[in-house]
């Protein structure tokens, strides 16, 4: 990583640098209000050198009304110069809007939506940077604003607070079998021979 403050100055400078090595990642949707936007394998390939893990959980797979339907969470990992970066995002389709009678699409589509929402999340690069960087426009960041990061142990100290330890009782000085047994009134109670 260079000599910027933030995780996210980092990712915003790469995403310039890669405006101008290879603009084919880079596009723009809408008909109304046309938006310059990066493709999910842009973002990947931003995030490429830091990425620790992806996980995809398949979360819904069946048939909603007349189409079949599926919904993915992708979790995603990175780690910037030792800090780690958690991010999970949610991604959906169905046959119905990718047009693609292959039953397996919409798992696709589903788990591409949600690893590009995903990096985007975790790398704060939201829209409106993306917008700065195809207008040409300088993106600079002092401070990480809205990144994921988690820098915390697994077990964070306060939030789990550890009571002194108890000692254990005495033993105790006859086995309870022979412990004498007592009514209420002092009187002994009869034995009883199982």
Same mark, same amino acid.
């Given at each position: 990583? %260079?000599? +910027?403050?933030?995780?996210?100055?980092?990712?915003?400078?790469?995403?310039?640098?890669? #405006?101008?090595?290879?603009?084919?990642?880079?596009? +723009?949707?809408? =008909?109304?209000?046309?938006?310059?936007?990066?493709?999910?394998?842009?973002? /990947?390939?931003?995030? $490429?050198?830091?990425?620790? %893990? *992806? +996980?995809?959980?398949?979360?819904?797979?069946? !048939?909603?009304?007349?189409? *079949?339907?599926? /919904?993915? =969470?992708?979790?995603?990992?990175? @780690?910037?110069?030792? #800090?780690?970066?958690?991010?999970?995002?949610?991604?959906?389709?169905?046959?119905?809007?990718?047009?693609?009678?292959?039953? @397996? /699409?919409?798992? #696709?589509?589903?788990?591409?939506?949600?690893? =590009?929402?995903?990096?985007?999340? /975790?790398?704060?690069?939201?829209?409106?940077? *993306?917008?700065?960087?195809? @207008?040409?426009?300088?993106?600079?960041?002092?401070?990480?604003?809205?990144?994921?990061?988690?820098?915390?142990?697994?077990?964070?100290?306060?939030?789990?607070?550890?009571?002194?330890? !108890?000692?254990?009782?005495?033993?105790?000085?006859?086995?309870?079998?022979?412990?004498? #047994? $007592?009514?209420?009134?002092?009187? =002994?109670?009869?034995?009883?021979?199982?």
């Amino acid at each position: 990583m %260079s000599d +910027t403050k933030s995780v996210q100055a980092e990712f915003a400078r790469r995403a310039v640098a890669l #405006r101008k090595s290879d603009p084919a990642f880079f596009y +723009t949707y809408g =008909k109304k209000d046309p938006k310059p936007d990066l493709t999910a394998d842009g973002y /990947a390939r931003i995030a $490429h050198d830091y990425i620790e %893990s *992806i +996980t995809f959980e398949t979360i819904f797979y069946g !048939i909603l009304g007349n189409t *079949i339907a599926a /919904a993915v =969470k992708c979790t995603i990992v990175l @780690n910037v110069n030792g #800090r780690r970066i958690v991010s999970e995002d949610v991604g959906e389709a169905s046959t119905a809007e990718t047009r693609v009678l292959d039953r @397996n /699409a919409p798992i #696709r589509f589903a788990a591409t939506r949600a690893r =590009k929402r995903a990096l985007v999340h /975790a790398m704060g690069l939201d829209q409106s940077v *993306i917008v700065e960087i195809v @207008n040409g426009r300088s993106v600079v960041y002092g401070e990480d604003y809205d990144v994921p990061i988690d820098d915390g142990p697994d077990v964070l100290e306060g939030v789990y607070r550890f009571s002194p330890r !108890i000692e254990k009782p005495p033993e105790a000085a006859r086995p309870v079998s022979q412990t004498p #047994r $007592h009514s209420g009134d002092g009187s =002994k109670l009869p034995e009883l021979n199982w």
